[in-house]
């Protein structure tokens, strides 16, 4: 009888701090949701998706290879959609692989859709809490939850573009079409965007999940 109060007891405790329990990501998540939007693009050489997020002024942030920079010399379309259903006509303003960010614009959303702002990238640290919110697959405002596993990375010589050095890894999941989404801190601040995967067995989509940082894609819009 004395064992079954203590674990009855320890179970009340339990619930108890649960409920009081403040998750620090979870409303940082609710409130970026409304700025996430999935990418769709067609082109003479296919359709695709990606993902991205709204900073103000009808301006959307991506990833580079998702809006690379060919498309400029060829007839296609990009549109986007913040809530699964509404289609907004984009344009490219501005793309950089050397950065793998680029920029659409939208001037009809500037009033409409909330904005996010972007933190410093430098000041992280290996253990930071983050959450990556995209489109993977098409699958609209889609979250998962990591850590800040490792900061200022890079390929070297063997980086296909300067793009994949100084980088972040994050342990968060991140799978196709999540690329160009944001990688947001408990503060609300994002601190990236999300560039793929690599490794010695990324063609398979294991490996170091990488973003670029966000001090890059503020020199950028510049």
Known sequence: MGIFNLDANLIS?????????NDPIKDVIQKAL????????????GSWSGSGFHIGQGLVV???????????????????????????????????????????KCPQISNQIPSLSFGDSDSLQVGDLIAVIGAPEGFHDTATVGRISNIHQGLGEDAPSPAWNDIIFIDADIL?????????????????VIMGVTGQHADIGIGENSVSPSNKIKALLV
């Open 13 to 21: 405790w339990n619930m108890k701090t649960a409920q009081a329990y």
């Open 34 to 45: 409304q700025s996430s939007c999935t990418i769709f693009v067609n082109s003479p050489d």
């Open 62 to 104: 991506t990833a580079s290879h998702v809006i690379p920079p060919d498309l400029k010399n060829q007839k296609h379309t990009v549109e986007i959609s913040f809530d699964a259903k509404t289609l907004y006509p984009a344009e490219i303003f501005k793309t950089d692989p050397n950065v793998d960010a680029g920029v659409l």
């Open 176 to 192: 196709e079409g999540s690329s160009g989404g944001m990688v947001i801190g408990v503060d609300g601040l994002v601190y990236g």
